[in-house]
């Protein structure tokens, strides 16, 4: 979930080790035939429905990752928030693991940083009861907060190359800033998230979504969710150990 432009497609992309468009079923496993075009790490989808949030996103590179995407009710809509609100309540009550859904990825960028929790966000954490499913925010590109670091440092009087030298640090205090103001707003809200998380660097085709996992599967709160979480990424060996040896 989360507003449009939040890098969603590209984490799911990054999780799922691919540049690859995902395939969409609809919830019974047929195959809905939209018309695709990637355009960079977004996918763009020319017939209306593709934000239907019943529809399963899957990876060929990753099959056992079945996603769902809800976006729109972002721009004000109630029936679309109303839509995502009866999804998840209902998802989250089946009693049948491969009909629940197990996590909530809440996507804020911080490349506006004046408008990280808006009206979509306090809608969302005081009014969806996601019962026993974690919601993790991530907060997402947290790169950019470079540029913020950089100008901060010129305005103090540092050369251009004395501030990019300088800037790792003060970006780094910014992105803390970010972090806390945020879970200062929504930790007040009648169902706040389970945990946040920052990602930067997800816009190299490389990244590392190690923390993501781990964060997820630390979120979970059945045991076997965890196994299933961690054993689905066959080509991380060592997060699979590492999961392994602590239970």
């Known amino acids: 979930m989360g507003r449009a432009n939040a890098g969603k497609t590209t984490i799911l992309q990054r999780v799922c080790n691919t540049t690859d468009q995902p395939e969409i079923f609809d919830g019974k496993g047929n195959k809905v035939r939209h018309h695709v075009k990637l355009h960079g790490a977004h996918v763009k989808l020319l017939q209306r429905g593709y934000h239907n949030i019943e529809d399963e996103l899957v990876f060929k590179s990753s099959p056992r990752f079945v996603f769902h995407d809800s976006c729109g009710f972002e721009a004000g809509s109630e029936a679309e928030f109303d839509e995502m609100k009866k999804f998840v309540t209902d998802q989250a009550k089946v009693t049948k693991l491969e009909g629940r859904i197990h996590a909530i990825w809440y996507c804020i960028p911080l490349n506006e940083s004046h408008r990280m929790v808006m009206a979509a966000e306090r809608k969302f954490f005081n009014e969806c009861d996601s019962g026993h499913v974690p919601v993790i925010v991530l907060l997402t590109k947290a790169d950019t907060l470079n540029l913020d670091a950089v100008q901060e440092l010129m305005r103090r009087g540092l050369t251009v190359d004395d501030a990019m030298k300088e800037a790792p640090e003060v970006e780094k205090q910014l992105q803390n800033g970010c972090l806390e103001k945020i879970k200062g707003w929504l930790n ?3 169902f706040p998230p389970r945990s946040y ?10 990244a590392d979504c190690e923390e993501l996992l781990k964060c997820t599967a630390n979120a979970l709160t059945e045991e076997g969710l965890q196994g299933l979480l961690i054993s689905s990424q066959q080509a991380n060996l060592g997060l699979c150990m590492e999961f392994a040896l602590m239970k």
């Open 188 to 190: 007040e809200l009648k």
């Open 197 to 206: 998380l920052m990602l930067t660097g997800m816009e190299q085709e490389s």
